[in-house]
């Protein structure tokens, strides 16, 4: 699994690549917007806190917030909602999204760090 660890504060980001399954599971059955501490990922992101903010499954779906499962759903999505932009006005449309409970059949995870650990993000 991919983790796109981003830090608005000074706006950089860093894609790493996890694959050993005791670090992930850290994450495993939390929600988005859930806060995590990132200590398992390695002793360089020790004292760091995480926010999950999102993600895309192997298939490339993406994950939707408040929809309450670890499996994909067809929804009817309108303007406003995240994961679909209408072509049209007032034109809805039946797509597949993720829930929002991360799982092991993720590709990629979106962490935002909310608090800073003690070494710089390596």
Known sequence: MKLNISFPATGCQKLIEV?????LRTF????????????PLGDEWKG??????????????????GVL???????????????YRPRRTGERK???????????NLSVLNLVIVKKGEKEIP
């Open 69 to 83: 499962t670890h499996g994909r759903v067809r929804l009817l999505l309108s303007k406003g909602h995240s994961c």
């Open 19 to 23: 694959d050993d399954e005791r670090k």
């Open 94 to 104: 039946r797509k597949s999204v993720r829930g929002c409970i991360v799982d092991a």
């Open 28 to 39: 495993y059955e939390k929600r988005m917007a859930t806060e995590v501490a990132a200590d």
């Open 48 to 65: 760091y806190v995480v926010r999950i903010s999102g993600g895309n499954d192997k298939q490339g779906f993406p994950m939707k917030q």
